[in-house]
């Protein structure tokens, strides 16, 4: 499984940016992918989940109605989408994959998003 996250960068307050993360070296329409995110002393949390078929997708409460996430099985590419970017959305973003619900997560490297004015 490989996996790399791109499009984060630095953004002011209420900006918007979209992440993706390009898979290979599987079968991308199996496995279920996610967002998550760290801040530094923070934990990992999840962001957002989509299905293998992209029919269903679940969010953080803290981002539910400004991040939406999204796939392409045609293309093996996971997007999130933000808009209204908050100073608190600063962190690295992860993308992750995992076969089944109780399968491991296979990670990428992670891209940096900075939210500030």
């Known amino acids: 499984v490989q996996l790399v996250e791109s499009g984060g960068g630095l953004v002011q307050p209420g900006g918007s940016l979209r992440l993706s993360c390009a898979a290979s070296?599987?079968?991308?329409?199996?496995?279920?992918m996610s967002w998550y995110r760290q801040a530094p002393g923070k934990e990992r949390e999840l962001v957002a989940r989509?299905?293998?078929?992209?029919?269903?997708?679940n969010y953080a409460d803290s981002v539910k109605g400004r991040f939406t996430i999204s796939r392409d099985n045609t293309k093996n590419t996971v997007y999130l989408q933000m808009n209204s970017l908050k100073p608190e959305d600063t962190a690295e973003y992860y993308c992750?994959?995992?076969?089944?619900?109780?399968?491991?997560?296979?990670w990428g490297p992670g891209t940096q998003v900075t939210v500030s004015s």
């Open positions: 989509i299905t293998r078929s992209g029919d269903s997708t």
């Open positions: 992750s994959a995992r076969r089944t619900i109780a399968s491991m997560e296979s």
């Open positions: 070296g599987f079968t991308f329409s199996s496995y279920i």
